[in-house]
């Protein structure tokens, strides 16, 4: 019997559903695809955001894993948490290529549709960058956060960057870690746009 390796499609669909299942009952979780990050240089291709942000880049047997290194380096600016969802085929070459607090998941395929393999479980990222997490703000959003602290004196008016440097310089991590879960969550709950 010929097996065909699932594709990326495949795979975000059963990875979606594992999660939520795993996540779904939980009023404080959002799990979301295409996750655009660092300005949206790169997406996440799912992510699921509740009292931490956990991606998961998929990697399929079909996929090349030329961009995986710039996508790694990105990620872990802004992720509390990551995972590779691999294809067998990969497993080898993405094991050395993964920092250490990243989780790694091997997809197999089998009669009763795709499994996953835990290899390495995720922990958490111990070099986000702050300045890269003000950035998920929207600049309503960055302009609330400082106002709400009495900080959004005289940048009310000045482009993004200049009002993502006042949050950075302002807050520690955590403020700004929390303020962009919780943002990203409320809009994932907004009516989608035709």
Known sequence: MITISPNDTDIRAALRKKLTSTYGGHPETVVLDELGVCRGEVRVDVAVINGKIHGYEIKSDRDSLR??????????????QATLVAGERHLGAVAAMLPEWWGLLVVKSTSNGLHFETVRCAQMNPA????ALAEFLWLEDSIALLEQHGLDRGVRTKPRRVIWDRIYESFDIEVIAAAVRAKLKSRAMLPAHP
């Open 128 to 131: 986000r960058d702050a300045r």
């Open 67 to 80: 961009r995986l290194t710039g996508q790694i380096e990105l990620y872990s600016k802004v992720l509390d």
